[in-house]
Each structure stands twice: as structure tokens, then as C-alpha cells.
């Protein structure tokens, strides 16, 4: 069993900042890609950033400039830095990653994609 716990969202005023978490456990033998992902009200979900095993990194649009992915992989979490926060970045933000379980008696086991339960950010104006 593997899961993605989310943590540090909340209210914050514009112009604020919050650092999200993304915990995976559980029988894990590897991860892979790590992601965070937002759904706005009314809004299709959105892709915030991505960081692979060798760290590259990779910023939707929307908050280029203004956050910062990094991951430990020896806790197999991911951060998400968000700074200069907007009314806008408003969402429930989703911890997505690519994780080959880990499964007594199996040698070959497919890497599947998980997903947090999400994580509440209001920014104020």
C-alpha cells in the first residue's frame, strides 16, 4: 500500500508565501517523478511543477518565476515553495508521483501513478 500525504496549505494574504509537502509511504521500492498539480473553483486541474530523479524541473506558466520544486529523496518527498501568491493561486493543490511499489514475492512490478488527497490554499486579497 502507498500513499501521498499532503501538508501546508492554508490562508495566506497576497504577496505571502506557503511551502507545501508531499510525503510518500508505504511499500515503496522506488519513485520517480514527482508533480504538483492545482484545481481551481470552476477550473480544469493544472499542472504546477514537476521534478524528475535528476532534479530537472519544470514550471507551468502561471507560476514561473514565483515557485520552486525540490525533493529528498531520502524521505521520498516533494516541496513546493510558493512565493508572491495571488488570489489566483487559490486551489486545492494535488501531490502526484510515479512509484513502483514495492510487493513481497515480485520481482518485476510496473511503476503506477498516485496521488494525494489534496491540500486547501486560499490566498486573500
Known amino acids: 500500500q502507498v500513499e501521498l500525504v499532503e501538508s501546508g496549505g492554508g490562508l495566506v494574504q497576497a504577496g505571502g508565501s506557503l511551502r507545501l509537502s508531499c510525503a510518500a509511504s508505504?511499500?515503496?521500492?522506488s519513485v520517480w517523478s514527482m508533480r504538483w498539480y492545482r484545481r481551481s473553483p470552476g477550473a480544469q486541474r493544472e499542472?504546477?511543477?514537476?521534478?524528475?530523479?535528476?532534479?530537472?524541473?519544470n514550471y507551468g506558466d502561471s507560476v514561473k518565476g514565483r515557485c520552486t520544486i525540490s525533493r529528498d529523496d531520502a524521505k521520498n518527498t516533494v516541496y513546493l515553495q510558493m512565493n508572491s501568491l495571488k488570489p489566483d493561486d487559490t486551489a486545492v493543490y494535488y501531490c502526484?508521483?510515479?512509484?513502483?511499489?514495492?510487493?513481497?514475492?515480485?520481482?518485476?512490478?510496473?511503476?503506477?501513478?498516485?496521488w494525494g488527497q489534496g491540500t486547501h490554499v486560499t490566498v486573500s486579497s
Open positions: 499542472l504546477v511543477a514537476s521534478v524528475t530523479t535528476d532534479g530537472t524541473t
Open positions: 508505504g511499500s515503496i521500492r
Open positions: 502526484n508521483a510515479d512509484i513502483v511499489p514495492l510487493i513481497p514475492g515480485l520481482i518485476k512490478v510496473s511503476m503506477s501513478e498516485y
